[in-house]
């Protein structure tokens, strides 16, 4: 079994930024992307952005391009998501997720592994 472990979340103003964490724990080994995905209330699960298992291909939804940045570091078995530039709209709780192979897109169906997700709440 493999755990991830969100943290970093909270409360932010409007074009503050955060980072995010997410450590993996369990039977790491094994070369997988990861993602990071969100859910707002009242709303569907959706992706955010993506990094390959070398972190050479990273692929972000529209809504946050520009504003946020995935990295990871295999050694820690951590991956981040640099938030900046936020939105009252980009509030929600926010899931890592581990992928099924080393490249993964927006599907949460690519993902096998998820966290129990860290809210971030962004105040006007």
């Known amino acids: 079994q493999v755990q991830l472990v969100e943290s970093g979340g909270g409360l932010v103003q409007a074009g503050g930024s955060v980072r995010l964490s997410c450590a993996a724990s369990?039977?790491?080994?094994?070369?997988?992307?990861m993602g990071w995905f969100r859910q707002a209330p009242g709303k569907e699960r959706e992706f955010v952005a993506t990094?390959?298992?070398?972190?050479?291909?990273?692929y972000y939804a529209e809504s946050v391009k520009g504003r946020f940045t995935i990295s990871r570091d295999n050694a820690k078995n951590t991956v981040y998501l640099q938030m900046s530039s936020l939105k009252v709209e980009d509030t929600a709780a926010y899931y890592c997720?581990?992928?099924?192979?080393?490249?993964?897109?927006?599907?949460?169906?690519?993902?096998?592994?998820w966290g129990q997700g860290t809210q971030v709440t962004v105040s006007s």
């Open positions: 997720a581990r992928a099924r192979a080393s490249v993964a897109g927006e599907s949460t169906t690519a993902y096998n592994y």
């Open positions: 369990g039977r790491t080994p094994g070369n997988y992307a």
């Open positions: 990094i390959s298992w070398r972190g050479d291909i990273t």
